[in-house]
């Protein structure tokens, strides 16, 4: 048995919850990852992992193991990317995931420079909202926008993004203008709705914070159809400034409650934790920097 690869297996089984996952990331069949596991657990004289029809999972022995090999994996890595980052030609596959509009609006006016500028790299970049499992994904880096959640993820802070209130001028002439949060009551409001979240929009004056969850009609998790939505003057939005530069500097939107401040939101590069990061997350990491996105207002 190669105990190496035995501990890269099962740790990556803990990882994934799945030997399929496992296997295909280590690039060996299912009944090889399968043995190295059992081979291992024989060796050890416990069992590491507890199988059922529904998951997998670590033993309480198993965890502890997980936890001591782990650490040793990861400096492993850490070894042979420092040996590769010598390497001035960025080669190998970089897996990226960055939010849809966002990266329509500004990754992919940019990428074709990226990927002319690093002709050895294979790129795969998913734009879907969906909140990637980098490790258990196998993805590189990732792009998020908003509130991070705790993990054991690297998060690095690129810019930060105000958010307001907008409509067009042809719905505020005919529903009036609001003067205060409570006349939403009364009005249209389009939601923007991330899968299970609920919806709040938050005032402040600068003397309290209200915060107001809302109802409405019509909920949406895609920008840009909000946006448009609200230029057709079906209601108002609350929405990061990007999304509606252009139609605020044309007049196709009018800010309103501009006396409110709003928390502003961090776009932020999040990638699995390493002393050493690789030269191709690094040239990644260089190239969203040097884009200056949304420069706070």
């Keep these: 048995m190669d105990k190496l690869n035995a501990i890269s297996i099962f740790c990556k089984v803990v990882e994934t919850q799945s030997f399929t996952q496992a296997a295909a990331q280590q690039n060996i069949s299912v009944a090889m990852a399968s043995k190295l596991v059992a081979q291992l657990e024989e060796q050890l004289k416990v069992r590491l992992l507890q199988r059922t029809t529904r ?126 949060p409570d006349d939403l009551q009364h009005h249209d409001c389009l939601l923007y709705k991330a899968i299970g979240n609920q919806i709040y929009w938050e005032f402040n004056n600068g003397k309290q914070i209200q915060r107001l969850k809302m109802n409405s009609k019509l909920i949406c998790n895609n920008g840009l159809t909000l946006t448009e939505l609200a230029k057709s003057g079906l209601g108002i939005i609350n929405t990061p400034r990007f999304f509606v530069e252009n139609e605020l500097r044309t007049g196709e939107l009018i800010e309103i409650f501009s006396e409110y401040q709003q928390q502003k939101l961090d776009i932020n590069l999040v990638y699995p934790h390493r002393r050493h990061l690789p030269a191709k997350t690094k040239a990644f990491i260089e190239f969203i920097q040097a884009l200056q996105l949304c420069p706070a207002k």
């Design 55 to 180: 998951k997998i999972s670590p033993t309480e022995a198993g965890l502890i193991y997980y936890q001591h090999c782990q650490p040793i994996l990861v400096e492993l890595e850490d070894a042979e990317s420092s040996i590769s980052n010598l390497s001035t030609s960025l080669q190998g596959n970089l897996s990226i995931s960055v939010p849809r509009d966002f990266g329509l609006l500004f990754i992919t006016p940019n990428l074709a420079k990226f990927v002319k500028d690093n002709p050895n790299l294979h790129i795969d970049i998913e734009f879907n909202d969906r909140m990637v499992d980098l490790v258990a994904e196998s993805y590189d880096i990732a792009l998020r926008i908003g509130y991070l959640q705790d993990s054991s993820l690297v998060a690095k802070r690129i810019a930060s993004v105000s958010t307001l209130f907008v409509a067009s001028p042809e719905y505020l002439a005919k529903r009036g203008i609001p003067k205060d």
